[in-house]
């Protein structure tokens, strides 16, 4: 059973720049959560598509948004980079009740110059 | 006061020890909970999960709850120096959002 996929793992923009990460979930999986994880901050939730529906959202501003489509698949955009907004972006994909728990993806890292 | 509270770290043990993590909550609503294992450069990876008060038991690792005190722990038996790492607590809210705590950093030495 294929795992989750985060593309690309590694990445430098430079300030104002925009940013798109994508994330392919396990099979059967429909929700997906985007984490940010920073040395300071830890695990910080940024939002849940669940079938092309933001179900859940965390505390960050607007420039971080999001999509998911038919197929599962979800993709997080980032726009005018800021150089806090390096840090460690992980995807992670679950049933639908959530019971039993994440299988997160290898993360993206972001660094903003 | 923060969401999840984990006992502050890092916690060294030696090897063959019972490492104990702890882990407070504040939403009284949560349903599930989960320990997961975060080893250096890697994401994150479920370990054990509970739902009941009690104990939950998976080989050498042990989940405990405690509803109305608000209260989780991972015990670790017979710990190798291949649970070095850090471990995470985490709860799904009613609204199915998971918070994690900030993680507790786990050595254990030879």
């Known amino acids: 059973k294929a795992g989750v996929t985060q593309t690309p793992r590694y990445l430098i923009k430079t300030r104002g720049q925009q940013v798109t990460l994508s994330c392919s979930p396990i099979?059967?999986?429909?929700?997906v959560s985007w984490y940010q994880q920073t040395p300071g901050q830890g695990l910080q939730f940024l939002f849940e598509?669940?079938?092309?529906?933001?179900?859940n959202k965390g505390n960050f501003p607007g420039r971080f948004s999001g999509r998911q489509f038919s197929n599962s698949r979800s993709e997080m955009n980032v726009s005018t980079l800021e150089l806090g907004d390096s840090a460690l972006y992980l995807c992670?994909?679950?049933?639908?009740?959530?019971?039993?728990?994440?299988?997160f993806g290898s993360g993206t890292r972001l660094t903003v110059v | 006061q923060k969401e999840v509270e984990q006992n502050s770290g890092p916690l060294s043990v030696p090897e063959g020890a019972i490492a104990s993590l702890n882990c407070t909550y504040s939403d009284r609503g949560s349903q599930s909970f989960f320990w997961y294992r975060q080893y250096s450069g890697k994401s994150p990876e479920l370990i054990m999960f509970i739902y009941s008060n009690g104990d939950k038991e998976d080989g050498r690792f042990t989940a405990q709850l405690n509803k109305a005190s608000q209260y989780v722990s991972l015990l670790i038996r017979d710990s190798q120096p291949s649970d070095s790492a850090t471990y995470l607590c985490?709860?799904?809210?009613?609204?199915?959002?998971?918070?994690f705590g900030d993680g507790t950093t786990l050595t254990v030495k030879p």
């Open positions: 985490a709860f799904n809210t009613n609204a199915g959002k998971s918070t």
């Open positions: 992670a994909s679950r049933s639908a009740t959530g019971g039993d728990g994440y299988t």
């Open positions: 598509y669940f079938s092309e529906t933001q179900r």
């Open positions: 099979s059967g999986h429909r929700s």
